[in-house]
């Protein structure tokens, strides 16, 4: 810690403060955007929409099947609001551990963007403006049920007792909403629910991140898997995060291209979640927000590419200690 205080570039330590700063100012200024762009989308929903093609979808079906439908739909839009409140928290969490001063814990922030990522990944999955109805009502009805079904694992290892009969209470809700909407569960070789059917629509309920983000064109895999390796990784982590002070001490510095590629996975979500529910319930400033968005991204890749040429300058202008350490 003393070290690190006493040190007057940080780059020394790889801890370019500008990019501390500008990337804490690029998270808050970008989710204070998207909560006004979520205010701004239109109540009701605008003809020829996805969201209208939804409603159409359910008011044309089945008298039976049209109340089991709109509660999926409900509970879509409900998770939606709790999912947006989560990576809220997480992002304004993330701003206060770069705020907080060094050194620049790396851990929090990869871990933190991580929970943004996956939220808002899976939200878009199920809100998809390029799938049909049935799809989107589909895997709705998955979601569902795999909340249930995770619901149900933690009652059986939490105060059974008290948590279980509402868990299975639940499950069985769900179950019966999704049947009367037209929908099969299907089952694995162990005959547990693993998927759910309707039409010429089949959605798991368990689906993988990475798959989801390669089809959505705001998100990187590789970003997203930065994120999971740090948070399931401590060894990669401590590799990553530490370094030998002038007098030979060992400690950990925020890594600037980590601090980067967490930054960019949250706008890269939040590109995505702009771009998902604007088209979905037909914003007309939706293109004019996703530039907003880019633009931002755009200016923190610059910024790392240029503490980056300049640290290498810094290097190779710095004599080192071991004459065998190429740069």
Known sequence: MTALQDTLDPRELGVPREIVHESARTLRNSAAALHTFLDSLPRQSVHGSPADQDQQFITTSHHRKRGPLRWIRSWGDLTNTLVFGNAFDHIRAIERVLEGGEPVSVWPCVSLSRVVTEGLARICHLYDPAASSEARLTR???????????????????????????????????????????????????????????????????????????????????????????SHNTLWLVQQGSTMTPEGAVIMRADPDTITAATLAVLGAIENVTQTFGAYYGHQGTEAAVKNVQRRTTAVIRLSRKWRDQMKQDAQQRPHRDSDIQV
């Open 140 to 230: 709705i009805a998955a979601a569902s049920l795999d909340s249930c079904r995770e619901q149900l694992t933690a009652a059986r290892e939490f105060y059974p007792d008290r948590t279980l009969p509402q868990a299975e209470a639940d499950w069985r809700k769900a179950q019966k909403k999704i049947e009367d909407a037209g929908m099969t569960i299907g089952l694995d070789g162990r005959e547990r629910p693993n998927r759910v059917i309707h039409g010429d629509t089949t959605a798991n309920l368990s689906v993988s991140l990475v798959d989801i983000l390669r089809m959505q064109p705001a998100q990187i895999p590789a970003w997203y898997r930065i994120s999971s390796g740090a």
